[in-house]
C-alpha cells in the first residue's frame, strides 16, 4: 500500500494536472460555479482525486449555492483532517484528505443550513472523483 505522505513534490507534479496540483497540493482554490460536481445529484460517492481515498457520499451532499460542493458530513470521521488556516488574514478551518494530506476546501460552522450538523464542508470540485453507485444511508 502506498504511503502518499512520503510522494515528492516532483512526483505530485507528473501525477496531477497542474490545476489539480495548485488546488491540492498548494491549498489553491478553483473558480465558483465552474466546478463539475457543484451542482451534481447523482448518487455515489466521492474519492479524493490525488490517492482516491474514498471521502464523502452523495447522502450527505447539499445546495448550498456557494458555488463549490458543500456535504454536512464525510464518509467517517477520520476521512479527512482539519486544521486552522489564518492565510486571508482570519480563521477558517482547511480540510485536508486524512490519507493523503492533500488540501480539498475548508468545513464552516453555524451558518443556519437546515442539516444534521450545521457544518458545510465547503470542497473544490478539482479534488474529487465521483464514482457513481447505490449509497445506503448512514
Known sequence: MTDFTLISDDEWRKRLSSEEYRVLRQAGTEAPFIGEYTDTTTEGVYSCRACGAELFRSTEKF????????????????????????????????????????????????????????????????????????????
Do not use: M, Q
Request: with cysteine; charged share 20%.
Open 63 to 138: 445546495s448550498s449555492h456557494c458555488g463549490w460542493p458543500s456535504f454536512f458530513s464525510p464518509l467517517a470521521g477520520d476521512r479527512v483532517i482539519e486544521r486552522d488556516d489564518f492565510s486571508l488574514g482570519h480563521h477558517r478551518v482547511e480540510v485536508l484528505c486524512a490519507n493523503c494530506h492533500s488540501h480539498l476546501g475548508h468545513v464552516f460552522a453555524g451558518e443556519g443550513y437546515d442539516t444534521p450538523t450545521d457544518l458545510r464542508y465547503c470542497i473544490n470540485s478539482i479534488c474529487l472523483t465521483l464514482e457513481e453507485k447505490p449509497v445506503a444511508d448512514s
